[in-house]
């Protein structure tokens, strides 16, 4: 049995990508930092060369552009050996190179100057400020860079003004504090937004990779089309096998060219042209010419990119549908023999007249003994009283097919038996006409599937609840969490998420079994959803992890007060028979759209949450809040 589950790979690999990007950003600034390091140095020297002790100052100019030197070197070692792994060991060295570097502009101040009333200490002062500000911007990717580069100028400077008069040293300790505050205020604003938007691009790549494997693994031909010169854009890799052209031949091909005739194509585009400009998709169907002359019948779907603008393209996707006419011509041509093969059929046979009512049932006794058939001869189906279970629009649809008379096939709908029970039916009918050609009505058979639609309600229970504590799984979870959030974006409200896992659950399945163990999670389901409202929803995600879903809650305080209650609840004693049993639970919440906006991002952070929780020790609530994530 499962106990908590891993970190998810998925979010480990974004955290990973985000910090290599962040590394390269970092390494990126090198070629202007290391020229701001050495011009800053030399412009300062230049400044202070008739009022410094000349020994002093060139041994501290020559360690400013050692260390810009230091930094060219830390860039051509970093593009010739880093290969993505490591982060953590090259982002420290280049934090300790930072901290060289913060030492050396630290140490200007105590350079000894001709300067009794330290007016040219405060303009030191001032300098490094604006010295520290500017690598506060370029080390913004590197918090260990930052912090290094931060302490190791402030703290110098810092001891030196201490060692002025009182007062001056008030001044400079007071001023020093109000521009650190600003700068980690600012730095931490910035860094905010780098990592965001590194999160965003890493999510479109992403994106555009799952779009990129559904177009070439699709198995309908899809290409893409502009107005001349360019014609074919871009295609598919079923497009180019049905048609039979390499890529070469097809880049920039014109559309008509697998049309067996040019004129095939004007119709084509005089008839799409409506429903293109209007953004709506156009059907057809018709021939169309491979490479090597054959000729074979496409389905063809279009819709144009953006709407009334042609020009910037239409997307043609088109199936081969050969095989599917020929088995509609084949079933065509055994249509006469239909009428005797079904009479050797275990289904009912009906027959209806012009009007579309009943006029007579046939089958084995096994059927038409459990259906009131008598009450519905006469009547059309809409009108049988005895027949329901068929939404409007699907009557709608199913009228206006009779109308056209057209065969119909898997017509479900529920019947009322003799017996008290009530039966599904599926119907297939197909038109009758006379020798005139004149419609006469209709004909056809109805399938007994209730025992069918029974067996496929239960898979799907199965398939959305846990087998054991029969709680919503996660698919179910996702599909409520979802709604939720779309309900709740439209009024303007909350969601909540309870994530728990159980403390001590492990130690019941190792000493006792998971016969106990399971005896355990059947009684905390049965308490967690006494613990909640009934609009509430209260899932199994797998080993000893639950999901409390509190759809609709007017301030978060509201999910603090159920997590409470859901804590008293747990850490009552569990018997099995034979022991009592106590856990206790760890519950990270997540609220949107505080902490999220999707059913994937408000389960991560209530993980997150938890898994804070669990590491001080358990049996706690953890509100999520952007400082875990440090």
Same mark, same amino acid.
């Given at each position: 049995?499962?106990?908590?589950?891993?970190?998810?790979?998925?979010?480990?690999?974004?955290?990973?990508?985000?910090?290599?990007? +962040?590394l390269?950003?970092l390494?990126?600034?090198?070629p202007?930092s290391?020229?701001?390091?050495? +011009?800053?140095?030399?412009?300062?020297a230049?400044?202070?060369?008739?009022?410094?002790?000349?020994?002093?100052?060139?041994?501290?100019?020559?360690?400013?552009?050692?260390?810009?030197?230091?930094?060219?070197?830390?860039?051509?070692?970093?593009?010739?050996?880093?290969?993505?792994?490591?982060?953590?060991?090259?982002?420290?060295?280049?934090?300790?190179?930072?901290?060289?570097?913060?030492?050396?502009?630290?140490?200007?101040?105590?350079?000894?100057l &001709?300067?009794?009333? *330290?007016?040219?200490?405060?303009?030191?002062?001032?300098?490094?400020?604006?010295?520290?500000?500017?690598t506060?911007?370029?080390?913004? &990717?590197?918090?260990?860079?930052?912090?290094?580069?931060s302490?190791?100028?402030?703290?110098?400077?810092?001891?030196?003004?201490?060692?002025?008069?009182?007062?001056?040293?008030?001044?400079?300790?007071?001023?020093?504090?109000?521009?650190?505050?600003?700068? /980690?205020?600012?730095?931490?604003?910035?860094?905010?937004?780098?990592?965001?938007?590194?999160?965003?691009?890493?999510?479109?790549?992403?994106l555009?990779?799952?779009?990129?494997?559904?177009?070439?693994?699709?198995?309908?031909?899809?290409?893409?089309?502009?107005?001349?010169?360019?014609y074919?854009?871009?295609?598919?890799?079923?497009?180019? @096998?049905?048609?039979?052209?390499?890529?070469?031949?097809?880049?920039?091909?014109?559309?008509?060219?697998?049309?067996?005739?040019? @004129?095939?194509?004007?119709?084509?585009?005089i008839?799409?042209?409506?429903?293109?400009?209007?953004?709506?998709?156009?059907?057809?169907?018709?021939?169309?010419?491979?490479?090597?002359?054959?000729?074979?019948?496409?389905?063809?779907?279009?819709?144009?990119? &953006?709407?009334?603008n042609?020009?910037?393209?239409?997307?043609?996707?088109?199936?081969?549908?050969?095989?599917?006419?020929?088995?509609?011509?084949?079933?065509?041509?055994?249509?006469?023999?239909?009428?005797?093969?079904?009479?050797?059929?275990?289904?009912?046979?009906? @027959?209806?007249d012009?009007?579309?009512?009943?006029? *007579?049932?046939?089958?084995?006794?096994?059927?038409?003994?459990?259906?009131?058939?008598?009450?519905?001869?006469?009547?059309?189906?809409?009108?049988?009283?005895?027949?329901?279970?068929?939404?409007?629009s699907?009557?709608?649809?199913?009228?206006?097919?009779?109308?056209?008379?057209?065969?119909?096939?898997?017509?479900?709908y529920?019947?009322?038996?003799?017996?008290?029970?009530?039966?599904w039916?599926?119907?297939?009918?197909?038109?009758?006409?006379?020798?005139?050609?004149?419609?006469?009505?209709? *004909?056809?058979?109805?399938?007994?599937i209730?025992?069918?639609?029974?067996?496929?309600?239960?898979?799907?229970?199965?398939?959305?609840?846990?087998?054991?504590?029969?709680?919503?799984?996660?698919? /179910?979870?996702t599909?409520?969490?979802?709604?939720?959030?779309?309900?709740?974006?439209?009024?303007?409200?909350?969601?909540?998420?309870?994530?728990?896992?159980?403390?001590?659950?492990?130690?019941?399945?190792?000493?006792?079994?998971?016969?106990?163990?399971?005896?355990?999670?059947?009684?905390?389901?049965?308490?967690?959803?006494?613990?909640?409202?009934?609009?509430?929803?209260?899932?199994?995600?797998?080993?000893?992890?639950?999901?409390?879903?509190?759809?609709?809650?007017? *301030?978060?305080?509201?999910?603090?007060?159920?997590?409470?209650?859901?804590?008293?609840?747990?850490?009552?004693?569990?018997?099995?028979?034979?022991?009592?049993?106590?856990?206790?639970?760890?519950?990270?919440?997540?609220?949107?759209?505080?902490?999220?906006?999707?059913?994937?991002?408000?389960?991560?952070?209530?993980?997150?949450?938890?898994?804070?929780?669990?590491?001080?020790?358990?049996?706690?609530?953890?509100?999520?809040?952007t400082?875990?994530?440090?």
């Amino acid at each position: 049995m499962n106990t908590s589950s891993a970190k998810p790979r998925a979010s480990v690999d974004s955290e990973l990508m985000t910090r290599v990007d +962040c590394l390269h950003r970092l390494v990126s600034t090198i070629p202007v930092s290391a020229m701001s390091v050495a +011009c800053g140095g030399l412009l300062i020297a230049y400044w202070l060369y008739d009022l410094a002790p000349h020994g002093l100052l060139s041994g501290w100019l020559a360690l400013i552009l050692c260390m810009a030197g230091l930094r060219l070197g830390y860039l051509l070692w970093f593009r010739r050996c880093f290969d993505g792994s490591n982060v953590s060991g090259w982002e420290g060295r280049y934090a300790v190179l930072t901290g060289l570097t913060g030492l050396s502009w630290g140490a200007l101040p105590w350079m000894p100057l &001709a300067d009794p009333n *330290h007016n040219l200490l405060f303009i030191i002062v001032v300098l490094l400020f604006c010295i520290l500000l500017a690598t506060a911007s370029q080390l913004v &990717a590197s918090i260990p860079a930052l912090f290094c580069a931060s302490v190791c100028l402030l703290t110098p400077m810092l001891a030196r003004v201490t060692s002025l008069d009182p007062k001056l040293a008030l001044l400079f300790t007071l001023g020093t504090v109000v521009v650190t505050t600003v700068v /980690l205020l600012a730095v931490k604003e910035q860094r905010q937004m780098l990592l965001g938007a590194l999160r965003d691009r890493h999510e479109i790549d992403e994106l555009l990779r799952q779009q990129k494997v559904i177009f070439e693994s699709a198995g309908e031909g899809i290409v893409f089309l502009r107005p001349r010169p360019e014609y074919v854009v871009s295609w598919n890799r079923r497009f180019a @096998e049905m048609l039979g052209h390499a890529d070469e031949v097809l880049k920039g091909m014109e559309p008509w060219r697998w049309h067996p005739a040019r @004129e095939q194509w004007k119709r084509l585009v005089i008839d799409a042209h409506p429903y293109l400009v209007a953004g709506q998709p156009y059907h057809a169907k018709m021939e169309l010419i491979r490479a090597d002359g054959s000729v074979f019948w496409g389905e063809i779907t279009g819709m144009a990119v &953006a709407g009334e603008n042609l020009s910037a393209g239409t997307v043609w996707v088109i199936s081969d549908i050969t095989d599917q006419r020929a088995a509609e011509s084949a079933l065509r041509a055994s249509e006469n023999r239909f009428r005797d093969l079904v009479k050797l059929s275990s289904d009912l046979y009906w @027959e209806q007249d012009e009007n579309f009512r009943f006029t *007579h049932f046939d089958g084995p006794s096994e059927i038409t003994q459990k259906l009131p058939l008598a009450r519905v001869l006469g009547n059309t189906r809409w009108e049988a009283a005895d027949i329901f279970g068929v939404h409007e629009s699907r009557w709608k649809h199913h009228i206006e097919m009779l109308q056209r008379h057209e065969p119909f096939r898997d017509f479900i709908y529920q019947i009322n038996g003799v017996d008290g029970h009530r039966y599904w039916l599926s119907v297939n009918g197909n038109p009758l006409f006379d020798d005139h050609g004149h419609f006469a009505g209709y *004909h056809g058979t109805a399938s007994d599937i209730t025992l069918r639609i029974e067996a496929e309600e239960r898979f799907r229970h199965l398939a959305y609840h846990d087998t054991l504590t029969r709680l919503p799984n996660r698919r /179910l979870l996702t599909d409520r969490l979802d709604q939720a959030i779309r309900t709740a974006s439209r009024r303007g409200g909350r969601v909540a998420l309870l994530l728990l896992d159980l403390d001590g659950f492990k130690q019941i399945n190792d000493r006792h079994g998971h016969a106990a163990g399971d005896r355990v999670l059947e009684a905390i389901a049965g308490r967690l959803r006494e613990a909640v409202r009934e609009a509430d929803t209260v899932a199994r995600m797998g080993g000893d992890e639950f999901v409390v879903l509190l759809p609709e809650i007017a *301030h978060i305080d509201d999910a603090l007060r159920v997590a409470d209650k859901i804590h008293e609840s747990v850490r009552e004693p569990i018997g099995d028979g034979r022991h009592l049993h106590t856990v206790g639970t760890s519950i990270g919440i997540s609220i949107f759209p505080d902490h999220g906006e999707s059913a994937d991002a408000l389960l991560h952070r209530a993980d997150h949450a938890m898994y804070h929780g669990k590491s001080d020790g358990g049996k706690t609530t953890r509100m999520f809040d952007t400082s875990l994530l440090n």
